[in-house]
């Protein structure tokens, strides 16, 4: 597999910072109506035993799967550190899981996300590159997106050496209806700076986090 195939295009994310919920939100009430409805268009009948709370519980479950319009990522990365030592070599967080939502079925997209930058002088937490793979995937997403905004932002906030992210996600949508296709996972990368110009920098990380299995040109 070349990695180069799965190159995010060299264009700017959206803006980095918490997305505005639109005006005009709808209530919890509301919420819970339109869950209603859609029982009622599927075939059946909310008001029975078994569907009675469903609708709260959709909607407490959707607090959960969009979290993310809440965070800003960019004021997770914003405390750093430079007590260093001079440390300047790459920094890896790989296999960190993943779960979103496709923004054309919503349905889920479950994988893992590998994470990785050339400190310039500040690191940050561990745990805030992780939050920040959190805050974006918690939304209605793509995958190409989605890799590009993780990228975008760390390297935006923490101005490292580069930065490197790729994700490999499967999607329900392609599984669960249409093609019915199983086994199938999509693999996005997006590399910035240091990991996209030096061969053997890019190479370094897919070793690391893949071993063998990428075949990297350069």
């Keep these: 597999m070349n990695i180069e195939t799965f190159r995010a295009a060299p264009v700017r994310a959206e803006s980095a910072s918490a997305s505005p919920l639109p005006e005009g939100r709808p209530s919890r009430a509301e919420a819970e ?9 599927a075939g059946d009948d909310p008001d029975r035993e078994g569907l009675r709370d469903t609708p709260a519980r959709v909607v407490r479950a959707y607090e959960e799967f969009f979290a993310g319009y809440a965070e800003d990522p960019v004021a997770l990365l914003t405390r750093s550190f430079e007590e260093t030592e001079g440390y300047d070599e790459m920094v890896v967080l790989r296999d960190i899981r993943l779960e979103s939502h496709c923004e054309h079925h919503m349905v889920p997209i479950i994988g893992r996300a590998h994470v990785a930058y050339l400190p310039a002088g500040r690191v940050v937490g561990i745990s805030k590159l992780a939050r920040v793979i959190e805050a974006y995937a918690k939304r209605l997403q793509i ?11 760390i390297q935006d906030v923490l101005q490292p050496k580069g930065v490197a992210v790729v994700i490999e996600a499967a999607h329900q949508c392609m599984t669960t209806r249409g093609v019915h296709k199983h086994g199938v996972t999509m693999v996005t990368s997006r590399m910035l700076g240091a990991f ?23």
């Design 33 to 41: 109506a339109a869950v209603r409805t859609l029982i009622r268009w």
């Design 143 to 153: 995958q190409e997106k989605l890799t590009a905004q993780i990228a975008n932002t």
């Design 196 to 218: 996209r110009d030096d061969p053997s920098t890019r190479r370094e990380f897919l070793s690391i986090i893949g071993g063998q299995r990428w075949q990297v040109e350069g």
